[in-house]
């Protein structure tokens, strides 16, 4: 259930219907109360409201501008929006637009424009001017003034916020911030714990096996690791889970074994429930997913028709804090023991090398004739590798740093180039001496 509830929470952070939504029922409550007032206080209002004259005919012609101009301008809003998502699309990569849809500036302006539509058409019905009976409502129609004031402030923001998510440091920095938490996540100290120091068991000789399939097709989201070692543990199972977030399944294929004593009918319907397979990848768990999203801009980056070696540079600073990070914080455990310090779970989580050649190796190849490009590849591993204090670790970052050296092609090595190349590789490899085998 706690995946099922994070991972619909972040499908509507990124979606475009749910703030707007928010605010259009909101408007519609307000005009609600405001009417009640204006039936209530009606001929008693203070003479500092600014709209207080009582004429059905001005609130009419008042409420329709307002109605008319603002649907107007939330076309506007949209198509600036769409523009913006089109060049991010084909500039930087598919897989950003989520930073520009999660915007929660863009989703506010697009609500206020709409709403404020919505509550003229509201008040409106009930201007009366004929024969019938007089009925102005000032108070709604003083707070439509004061929601088209705030659509304008809102339409100079959103023009200034536009041109500001479009440039590349601002978008770096968002995929940061994901990463980042995505880090935080995947690295997280209540998930470590489950890993007790003396638990020793990493095999399995128990013959009744049950395989799970997966129910349909799709890529897994999550798994809830949590609920499955309850289970394992409440019914003296050992789950071994074949697959990691991100991970593609064909319906029908295996995604769990289960090691158990006495089979039992119900166990693969509660299992299942625990496994979140969707339609696409999500950062929820998927490490991998968060970290090529900076590697897409930079490979683009790298590509031919754009050449933009700076913003490469940028991603690779990026990308070398956040390994750094992931190799301080540590990866999570490949074995899970409950509190008697028995295996219950075998999991199947990337390992810091996966990682590390997520990160580096496209970028590598795509800068294979680009030195300065390189020559930050080889000063971001140096750097990681004076933090790092495991040997396999370093040994893994030495081996990223000889495929960044020897990947260069020979004819740009010669003369200063070269010979600052040998610099960096070298720094690479006293980071890696110093760490205690």
Known sequence: MKIWIINHFLMIRASYWFVPTVIMTSIAALSAFTLFLDHFYQGALPSWFILNEGDPQGARIFLSTVAGSMIGVAGVTFSITIVSLSLASSQFGPRI???FMRSKANQFVL????????????ILQFVKGSTSGLFVPSIST???LFLTLLCLKSLIYFIHHVANSIQIDTIVTNVVSELRLATDRFCSKEYKIQEKENGTQTTVDWENIKAIKSPKSGYLQAVDYDELLRIAANKNLIVNVLNRAGDFLQEGSPIIKIYQQNQ??????EVLKFILIGLMRTEQQDLEYSIRQLVEIATRALSPGINDSFTAITCIDWLGAAINRIAIKGMPP???????NKLRIITNETTFEGVCATAF?????????DISVSLRLLE???NIGNHVQKEVIAQNLLEHAKRVRFGIAPSLLDGPDGEAIKER????????KKVAP
């Open 361 to 369: 190796n496209q970028i590598r190849q795509a800068a294979a004739k």
């Open 425 to 432: 590789y070298e720094a690479v490899e006293m980071a890696v």
């Open 97 to 99: 637009l989520k930073s």
């Open 334 to 340: 490949r074995y899970l023991y409950d509190d008697q």
């Open 111 to 122: 609500g206020i424009f709409i709403a404020t539509f919505l509550y003229c058409l509201v």
């Open 264 to 269: 039992e009918d119900e166990l693969e319907r």
């Open 380 to 382: 971001v591993l140096a």
């Open 142 to 144: 003083n707070v439509a």
